[in-house]
């Protein structure tokens, strides 16, 4: 996506959510004013499932707060992030590699940070499929394909791209193409043959699988160190948690509540959120469930892990600076 083209998908989210109403701060005792939050909420996955968790199951009621929500489409996660720079979102619910690359962009230039990153959540999300006809007996049999992904900063590709990086070899020395597709088009842009195979999360591999177009190679167990690095987080500026660090406060414990939740709601109550909130068959969410775990993790350990995976292979390809650290990204105090 062009850089304007990204700067007016911002602005125009930016609006809606400017009018959608203005933040409250301060303590919130039972029976109080609930924080209106304005949230922007990246549409995507079951790796994003704790947000409409919260709304269906009255979590944010619980701890005081009011969402307004902007939804965000999947391959337009970097509008949400720049959307919270600009200060017409409180919070955005998405993948946080985009939080690096600005971050990183900041600090080169000698500017304040912009934002950082609450909690950290969705370990292992990331799944190779490939069309069913096409044969596979390891990761050489991907040389030449054409791979959807959902953009080229994709957290699904970053996480691949460390995986290979394991096996020795590289998406450029396979000769990978890589064709931005977003997560809903991309099982039927297997049908079509406009792409061999594509990196997503579930249940995106489970609908490819049931047009019988697709078959899954390769699942986040089956990728080591990589497939256990959580990409989903709670952004926000800085400048605002300094002014909101109790809203901060129930926002985390909202999102730890829902990932309780997700494990002890009934499967078919799962299911029928997911619908609403994602679209999609019943009977592929719930076979989904099981390989999904959207759970809000311990900050320190995630970071660990992400630094290892994804922030290793953005230094590598020179996407962030070399200096750049966990407390640069993290809010690990």
């Keep these: 996506m062009a850089l304007n083209t990204t700067r007016r998908l911002a602005l125009k989210l930016g609006l809606a959510a400017a009018f959608a ?76 590699s985009d939080v690096a690359k600005l971050n990183s962009h900041a600090k080169d230039g000698g500017q304040p940070l912009p934002l950082t990153i609450m909690a950290l959540g969705s370990p292992g999300a990331t799944n190779l499929v490939l069309r069913k006809d096409l044969p596979y007996d390891g990761i050489e049999s991907i040389k030449g394909l054409k791979l959807g992904v959902s953009s080229l900063g994709s957290a699904h590709l970053v996480t691949f791209r460390h995986f290979l990086a394991e096996q020795g070899t590289s998406i450029e020395k396979l000769g990978v193409e890589l064709v931005k597709v977003g997560g809903s088009d991309m099982p039927p842009a297997l049908v079509t043959g406009q792409i061999d195979g594509f990196l997503h999360s579930q249940p995106t591999p489970a609908i490819a699988e049931a047009t019988g177009a697709g078959k899954l190679v390769l699942a986040p167990k089956q990728m080591g160190t990589a497939g256990k690095s959580p990409n989903v987080g709670l952004i926000v500026s800085r400048e605002w948690l300094k002014k909101n660090q109790d809203v901060a406060e129930r926002l985390v414990a909202v999102h730890r509540e829902a990932s309780e939740a997700y494990k002890t709601l009934p499967r078919e109550r799962i299911v029928e959120i997911a619908q609403k909130y994602l679209g999609g068959e019943p009977e592929l969410i719930a076979a989904s469930i099981p390989a999904v775990d959207p759970s809000i993790v311990d900050l320190k350990e995630g970071a660990d892990t992400y630094w290892a995976v994804e922030m290793s292979a953005m230094k590598e390809r020179a996407e962030v600076t070399q200096s750049f650290e966990q407390s640069d990204m993290f809010e690990l105090q």
Excluded: C, F
Aim: charged share 15%; hydrophobic share 35%; glycine share 16%.
């Design 21 to 96: 109403g203005v933040t409250l701060t301060g303590s919130y005792a039972q029976g109080g004013t609930p924080t209106e939050l304005k949230i922007g909420w990246l549409r995507s996955s079951l790796s994003l499932i704790l947000h409409p968790i919260a709304m269906e199951e009255g979590i944010y009621e619980k701890h005081g707060i009011k969402p307004i929500v902007t939804e965000v489409r999947s391959g337009d996660g970097s509008v949400g992030t720049q959307t919270v720079m600009m200060g017409n979102l409180d919070v955005y619910i998405g993948v946080v």
